[in-house]
């Protein structure tokens, strides 16, 4: 029997061009890296990235860090790790079916999480507003510089040396899309990729579909209040007739959310592969120009998903319960912040060296925002007593 041959980085070059649609992002089309190297024989560009990324401390540290539920609440809710995940399989299966580089998604959807700090978004804003008159703090842009600067994994560079397309995408992921808040060496006015504006809408499903999830299996959400929300409304009903022999409402429930979770992914890629068609978009300088997202939701569902989403901010997001721990975790990050900036001696040595050439208030605020919320606690408990 022939041993079957070694498939080289070539090959699976010639094999993108070959699959994707003509607006998609191939490999072999990547601006490169700050600093170069060789390329890897067996990888594409955006292959190696996913590995890098994968094996970086910061991706191992997303799976204590909250994403609405504190770690410590249970095993069964979403932690940013698992959420990262499954965005990416969620838009890696969207991607798949408009023609899109499922390398590139993968990677986009792996890293578009790392600059969170710990506590979820109530650890992020206090940190903002520590950060207020020292430059700010924005996850994205900490993403950016997790993976430029702060990962110190090989000897001749700091950071994972990714390849322009990804760290273009971190920086134009979701708000950051002003480009007056994007760096100039990004071409603010360059529209993102369409894999990056793919990750960036199933990012927004994810969280709306698995926190209400995570919601209702935790007992913040009611049931029966739910049914207020038309899109919730509909897909109960619709799970309930179709599982005439269901006993149990929670098995009523998951079917209901499976059936949102495909209603909104359907809408976003018939609406999207649309949006291309009516724009005539045919090639990657055409995504580049266009002026508008080419990837999003049609007029009705975005207004029904905005409903859900101000419900969820309303009844889960600020349940008491919730509000309760993250009063709390937001004391945690500002008793840290006040003790290492009026103790910065205390720094671990590597975030002491960075504070000469960072600052004080950036080099503490790097520290904090790489802390998973176990680790913050634990901190909070030794110094802040």
């Known amino acids: 029997m022939t041993a079957p041959s ?17 607006y998609a992002m191939t490999a072999a089309a990547s601006r490169g890296r700050d600093h170069a190297h060789q390329e890897d024989p067996y990888r594409t560009a955006f292959q190696r990235d996913h590995d890098r990324i994968i094996h970086s401390r910061a991706f191992r540290r997303l799976q204590y860090k909250t994403q609405v539920f504190p770690n410590d609440e249970g095993d069964l809710f979403r932690t940013r790790l698992t959420h990262t995940l499954e965005v990416v399989q969620l838009a890696r299966s969207a991607g798949r079916r408009l023609g899109l580089n499922p390398d590139l998604i993968e990677c986009v959807g792996l890293v578009h999480d790392l600059g969170h700090p710990p506590f979820g978004h109530r650890g992020e804003a206090m940190l903002a507003e520590l950060m207020a008159d020292h430059g700010g703090f924005e996850h994205n842009r900490q993403a950016l510089r997790t993976v430029e600067e702060l990962e110190v994994r090989y000897p001749d560079f700091a950071g994972l040396n990714l390849t322009y397309e990804v760290r273009e995408s971190i920086v134009k992921h979701g708000s950051d899309r002003d480009p007056a808040r994007i760096p100039q060496r990004f071409h603010p006015s360059d529209a993102a990729l369409l894999e990056a504006q793919l990750v960036d809408e199933v990012d927004s ?3 709306d579909c698995h926190d209400l999830d995570d919601g209702l299996r935790a007992g913040y959400i009611d049931p029966g209040a739910v049914q207020e929300v038309p899109l919730w409304q509909a897909a109960w009903r619709e799970a309930a007739e179709a599982s005439p022999r269901a006993t149990a409402p929670k098995l009523i429930s998951d079917r209901a959310l499976r059936i949102l979770l495909d209603a909104m992914l359907g809408d976003l890629i018939d609406t999207s592969r649309g949006l291309l068609a009516a724009k005539d978009v045919t090639t990657l300088a055409d995504v580049r120009a266009a002026r508008e997202p080419l990837i999003q939701p049609s007029p009705s569902m975005y207004e029904a998903k905005k409903t859900l989403e101000r419900w969820l901010f309303a009844n889960l997001y600020r349940h008491w319960q919730v509000n309760r721990k993250f009063h709390l975790a937001q004391r945690i990050v500002a008793d840290l912040f006040a003790f290492f900036t009026a103790h910065p001696d205390s720094l671990p040595p590597e975030h002491a060296q960075r504070a000469a050439g960072a600052g004080l208030h950036r080099a503490v605020a790097d520290y904090i925002a790489g802390m998973t919320d176990r680790f913050a606690g634990d901190e909070h408990r030794r110094l802040c007593r």
Request: negative net charge; aromatic residues 4%.
């Open 6 to 22: 070694d498939v080289r980085r070539s090959d699976l070059e010639s094999a993108e061009a070959a699959s994707l649609a003509p």
């Open 205 to 207: 499903i994810t969280y």
